[in-house]
C-alpha cells in the first residue's frame, strides 16, 4: 500500500554518533527534485526560486523523490502555550499539502512528535525553544508511513542523546529491509502498544499514547500513535483524521514558490497563467484537495491520454514548469463538490486511509474508544488544517459517521468514490485483504456532479 523509496539508504544512516545519555532537571523558561521527468517539464521559474534560500536545503531528499524535493520552507507556529507547530509540504504535480511537525514542551525538555526534514532553518527555529525549554528528550515516529519515516531517521541522529521511538511495524515493500536500511538509527526504540501498563517511558503520567494497528494486507501494515498531552489538552494524530478549509495552509502560501503550485491548478486552460488573487489561491486549493482525496474527483473530466502531454511539449517554457500539463477539466458543480466534501472545516478521514481502516474495524473501535476517554480540547494532525477544535465526542463521531452501524460511507457524493471503489474492487483486490464492511460508498448518494 506504501511506496518506499531506497534510493538514499546509504546516505541516510549517517551522521553523529550517540553521546552519553544527559540527565536533564525541569527545564526552566529563559535558562536557556526527484529524478527529472521525462520531458523536464518540473523545471520552476528562476523568479519563484528567489525566495527559498540555502537554509532550506534539504540534500536527503532522493530517499523520497517528491516536491518540494531539496527546498523544503518551514513555518513555526505557537498553538497554545507549550506547542507549537513546524509545517513544510509534501507533494507531485503541484498536489502540495503540508506536512506537520509538532514540539511540545515537557517537564524535562521536548517531545517531538512526527519529525519532519532537519534543513537548518527548521533546526534553527527547534533551537529558539531548545534555548529557551531546555532540549529535545523524546522524538515519536508515529506512523509506518514511507513520509514520515525517510525523515525521522535523519532527524533523530540530529539529536542522538534524545530517546527515539518508532511504531514496531516499520516495513519496506517490495523488499522487507531491516529498519537500519531505513535510515532508522541503531537506538531506535519500539513505541509500547499503550501507555496503559507501558512501563518506564519517558512521558509517564504527562502524557498517554495509544497506538492503532491495521494490516490492511500482506505485506503491508499501518500505524498511527495518538499521544495526548494532559497539561495542555492536546491531542497529536498523525493520519487517521484531519480537516480542511476552502482557505489555503499558511506553508503553500509562504512564499512564491509554493504559491505557485496553487495558482497552477487554478487554470482552465492548459496556457493560462492566473493572476494571483486570494480567490485564485482558494481555486487552486479547493482543486489540490479533490485531487488528494479521490484522484479523479466526481466534478472533474480526466484525460490520461498522450493529448495533454502533446500539448505540453509544445508549450516548454511554460513559466510554472511541466509544460502546463493539464490532464483534468472541471465541470461547473466543482465548488459543491468541494463543500460536501470539507464540510464546513469538520474533521474527516483521507479516503484512501478510509480504506485500510475498514479491513480493522474492531481495532479502529478500541482505539477510539480509548482515546475518547481522554480529556483534550484540540487536536493536532501531521497534514492539513491545525489545530481542530475540537474534543471527544467530535473525534468519536468522525469513525462513527464513517463506519458505525456496519458501513464504509465517505462524507461525500458518491461520484467521487467510484475511481477509488474501482480500484479497490480491481488493482487492489490482489493486495488487500476483503472488508467486512464492504467497499467504499458516498454518503451523500449521487450528487448529479457530472451533470
Sequence with gaps: MRLVV??????????????????????????RRAALAAFSLTTLPTAARADIGPDSQYNLWPALPVAPYSRRKTIRRQIKDDVWVFDQIIGIYYVHVPIRMTVIRGETGLLVYAPVAPTKECLSLLEELIQQYGPVQTIILPSVAV????????????????????????????????????????????????????????????????????????????????FYHRPTQTLLICDALYACTEEPPAILQSCPEYVAGLLFH????????????????????????????????????????????????????????????????????????????????KPNILPIIQIILARGPEALEAWVGAIKGWDFKRVVPAHLDAPLDIGPAEFAATFDQAFGRGKNEVRSCDEDVQFLRRAEEGPLNFSVYRSPLGTLRGAAGECGLRA
Design 266 to 345: 487554478a487554470r482552465d486552460r492548459p496556457e493560462e497563467v492566473p493572476a494571483d488573487t486570494p480567490e485564485n489561491r482558494r481555486k487552486g486549493w479547493r482543486r489540490i484537495i479533490l485531487y488528494a482525496n479521490y484522484f479523479i474527483p466526481g466534478a472533474a473530466v480526466a484525460d490520461l491520454g498522450p493529448g495533454p502531454v502533446v500539448a505540453a511539449l509544445r508549450q516548454p517554457g511554460y513559466p510554472s514548469g511541466w509544460g502546463g500539463w493539464l490532464p483534468f477539466q472541471w465541470r461547473g458543480t466543482e465548488l459543491r463538490d468541494f463543500e460536501q466534501f470539507a464540510g464546513g472545516g
Design 147 to 226: 513520509e514520515h519515516k525517510v525523515l525521522a531517521g535523519p532527524f533523530a541522529r540530529r539529536f542522538p542523546s534524545a530517546d527515539f521511538y518508532a511504531t514496531d511495524k516499520q516495513y519496506a515493500f517490495p523488499v522487507n529491509l531491516p529498519s537500519s536500511f531505513l535510515g532508522l538509527p541503531p537506538w531506535t526504540q519500539p513505541l509500547p502498544a499503550s501507555s496503559r501498563g507501558a512501563g518506564a517511558v519517558p512521558w509517564a503520567g504527562e502524557f498517554e499514547h495509544e497506538v492503532l494497528r491495521v494490516k490492511p494486507g500482506v505485506g503491508s501494515d499501518y500505524q498511527d500513535a495518538a
Design 6 to 31: 531506497l534510493a538514499a539508504a546509504s546516505a541516510l544512516r549517517g551522521g553523529p554518533s550517540r553521546r552519553a545519555r544527559r540527565t536533564v532537571c525541569r527545564a526552566k523558561p529563559g535558562t
